[in-house]
Each structure stands twice: as C-alpha cells, then as structure tokens.
C-alpha cells in the first residue's frame, strides 16, 4: 500500500475495495467462462467462436490482474478464496452446459452486458474521487464494449450463415 496514493482517493477507500473485489471475482468468472466455453463450443463456425473466446479469456485475466493490482495498490486484499466468488459476484457465473454455439454466444454476449454496466457505474462513481481507479477502469470498459460487439458480430454471422443455408 502507498499511503499518500490512499489518501489522495476521495471517497471512501473500503466502500471502493469492496466495489472492486466485485469486479475481481467477476473476471474470474468471465476468464473462465470463456476458457471453457472455447473447449466444448459446438456447431457451426465454432473454430472462429473458439479463438474469439479465447482471445476474451485471455483479456479477462488481464482484467483480474488490473483489479487485483488496485486492491493491493490501496491496501486491500483480493479475495484469497475461489468458493467467494459466488458470494462477491455481481454478474455471476454461466456455466456452458449447453455447447451449441448460439447458447455460449449468447452467454457470454449476457456477461458483457452485465459487465458494461458495473463498470460504466463504476466510473460515475470514481470520476471525480479516484482519477487511478477511474483511468483503470476505462481501459477495462473499452474492452468490455469490443468484446460485446465481437461477440454479437459473431452471433450476426451465424444467423445469416443458418438462414441463407
Ligand atoms: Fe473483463
Ligand atoms: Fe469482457
Ligand atoms: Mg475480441
């Protein structure tokens, strides 16, 4: 923890941790989400689905790492217990049970929605408190709002591909 970079948030420090420890177990759900999503997609055009997904993971993770970076950063901890996740969770865990294509799109599309509007709160919330937070998160959201639209892109595609045969 820096002290002086604690100090210079203006709101309050442990209300903002408990916020962003929600959105680090939330990554985590989405990281895997999409990992596993990747291994068992089925259907058409599932090769392109497949790297999208993984691509995501990949951002995903680097989002959990940006959070839990900040938490520390602000004298926090990030949640030391998987089985939390649930608890902290904001936009929750959707687990791929059905493999066909559409099903994990859309999924996933829900998580990115979900995921969109914590972190456009987020950033009303730390605008004019917390410029580090407030940086941070812009950099996530404008990834969240790609991923979206990659995965609607997607889901257009496979629309036109089944109803133009
Ligand atoms: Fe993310
Ligand atoms: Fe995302
Ligand atoms: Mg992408």
Known sequence: MGTRGREIVGMNVDELLKLLNKAFADEWFAYYQYWL???VV?????DAVAAELIQHATEELAHADLVAN?????GGAPITEPKKWYE???CGYNPP?????KTILNQNIDGERCAISYYNDLMKKTKDTDMITYNMVLGI?????EHEEDLQALLE????M???G
């Open 37 to 39: 999503g990747a291994k």
């Open 42 to 46: 089925k259907g058409p055009m599932k």
């Open 70 to 74: 900040r938490i520390i950063q602000l």
């Open 88 to 90: 902290w969770s904001g």
């Open 97 to 101: 049970n059905d493999e066909y294509v």
């Open 141 to 145: 959201l404008n990834q969240e709002v």
């Open 157 to 160: 595609d496979l629309e036109l």
């Open 162 to 164: 089944v109803k133009r």
